[in-house]
């Protein structure tokens, strides 16, 4: 243990090996505050060498290491169970200047997505992943969790943004692919392999992200329709006749009318309706036009609010964005994170009420997603002491729908028991296996993606 | 070897299994004729369970096996060593019909290119990823080799098309992930692991793949520059003016020479340049306007001749298709396939004439590629008995410079000497215990992708 900290000490200065209870306590609980774990101590590496360093210092000891990042996660997997030591990233902030001609650019884990936003739009160009914890989640856990946002129906997921990584093995190996090739079949794509691999595999220490095009014109509609199925209608019309799609956010009254008092929002329209669709459009021209003209075509429409100035067009996100404050406001939900095939969407959320009730008869439910990936955020309420049996009854109906219990929020500690509704035995024993020959002691983020095994 | 094949054709029907030379022969050697390697048999099998079962009787004989799709390989990668028990997919030809809400299609490893996009389009859909080979390029070896094309400048190569798969390891257990969620975090993406995993990891048996919008507006330029320098300018004048950019493909006078001569196509100007690039703008609208427009803001264009009907389209794509068979035509090659970074490309482009000359002082070089992957394919006829070193030279050229030594083709056999130069010690040891958890006998395209250790 003293011989540990003394070489973690030596490799990244004394001053960034934090032991003291008060120092280390930020580190230890999410945000969210249902996930908390003393961590052995946090060491705050200032780079890829530093990294490597600790990497091998706990090799050498046999220590279990947790990896974070901006700390914003919601499956408990940056935060330790208890005794790890806790790898914080947050002061690898090297960021390159933007490479124009590739429109790429190399950033340290430890960059926010906000400030890599504001770097790539100094440049006119724009980050493709956009998501409400933008100021402090680090580009390292987006990565590492493969995030994905409100911008996905466009742009992908952050593993679609990633064209090279540069990690380090447990054993402090370093990989480093940042030439950001936009073709490279020289065997196993290593860097997809570590996006979404929950830091189980290696530690990401830079990346290398695609940029997308500056869009200075959007235009957003808030639309009305009878329920899923209309939505699903909306998000049809807007794929075929919107080249310029940029989001497609599913809302129900329930969520609607929560949002509206927790953030004092006028009503949107003179009646409530059963579902919502927001609609964005962005482009290099003004999208209000073609906007309106695919909404006048599609029948599914009952009402509508477009926007295309910046103050409009906050306050229709607004309704949006403001769901995961306004929940959180009115307690500590079982989060859930869901989809499936889009066809499904419309079953699923008839089914969902029912099954929570069941599983909570007092429970509330708050559902809001991203319609064009067929993801629903499921949120629920007052389920005191039956966490359990309502993720248990949700996730199943996903399963039975062929769907992923963990659509981009990642497995974490929260749903490890739960993995196998998602990928079968054959597949968990796969990457099992490649998990042990990526890191043979276990020693990256244990009890994280799977099961410990007794 | 008398139980294998009647455990063979106990799984395949014996008709299946070809043990005869003459119905071997076409198997055996690929289309370019450069690789070619005697099967122990081939076996071809009609679904995945008869996949599972072959492997299942290779697994127990302890014998190694070959996987080909439709022979079109530029690696050797589909062809025996010698001995190996061949598995052709070309039956497995299942064509599900369109999910036209989803935009994706669940398609048999057999099924072809050309048929694919038959079947898609005929739903106002189309693929992704397009290439010459497409009569004969099935979708496994498709997805299998990651294989690129020209419309990776719009949507990627097909690892950017996939969206679910369904494997058979070496053991025979099926792997099925073909529910096409476009977001789902649930531990390693091995869709992905198995694309450009070239037949080493798994035996893909279905693909699940996005489909693209089907733009029937097209409009084409050839356009004459001074050099690559002037070619990069027009990549970033269409990149930046041309939202429908979905081809940028370069051309040097002397391929354009060769392929006129052999083409018996006219002159497309006046006066013959340095260098060419077709750049290709689709949209639902006509893109003429749009691109004489970019074409016109560009001071690098010394000449240009634009078409929107098919058979101008066609005639200007001519010059650029016609470079493979017309270098075949003029003698067997040596082919490489490279990339580097874009900014690189006119320093790469340079240095290769010298490079080339020393290494063959004879051999006659042609080269072309696309553009905006920093992507060259690299001939260099009349090399007789330099061919490793033509290799050498120009592939050390590609790795000083940041660059893939096999950008779109793969490594296959024809490789993996190289290999290094690409991928560092680490990560070559990383690939080999990836490969060694996933196929631990190694029977999976053994002397594929990694030299045999001895």
Partial sequence: MTDLLGRLAAAVGPAHVLVDPDLRAPYET?????FTGAARC???????????AVLRACAAAGAPVTVQGGNTGLVGGGVPAGGEVLLSLGRLTELEPVDRLAAQVTAGAGVTLERLQ???????????VDLAARSAATVGGLVA???????????????????????VLSDGTVLRRLAGLAKDNTGYDLTQLLAG??????VITRVRLRLVPLLPARAVALVAVDGVAGALDVLAAAR????????????????????RAHGRLPAPFGAAHPAYVLVESAGRTDQTDVLLEVLAGCPAVRDATVAADATGVARLWA???THTEAISAAGVPVKLDVSVPVRALPGLV???????????????????????????????????GAADAVTDAVLRLVADRDGSISSEHGVGRAKTAWLGLSRDAAQVALMRRIRAAVDPAGLLNPGVLFEEKD
Same sequence: chains 1, 2.
């Fill in 30 to 34: 999410d945000w969210t505050r249902r």
């Fill in 197 to 202: 691999s929950e830091g189980t595999l290696a």
């Fill in 350 to 384: 008839a089914a969902l009420p029912p099954a929570v009730a069941a599983a909570a008869p007092a429970a509330r439910l708050v559902v809001f997603g991203h319609l064009g990936e067929g993801n629903l955020h499921v949120n629920v309420l007052d389920a005191r």
């Fill in 145 to 167: 969790t493969n995030a994905g946002g409100v911008r996905v129906v466009r742009y992908g997921s952050m593993r679609e943004q990633l064209t090279g990584v540069e990690a």
């Fill in 118 to 128: 504001r770097h790539a739009r100094a440049a006119g160009l724009d980050v493709g």
């Fill in 319 to 321: 309704y949006r964005e």
């Fill in 240 to 259: 075929s006749g919107l080249p310029g799609l940029s989001a497609a956010e599913l809302m129900l009254a329930d969520g609607l009318e929560l949002v």
């Fill in 42 to 52: 946090v060491v705050r590496p200032a780079d890829t060498a530093q990294v490597a």
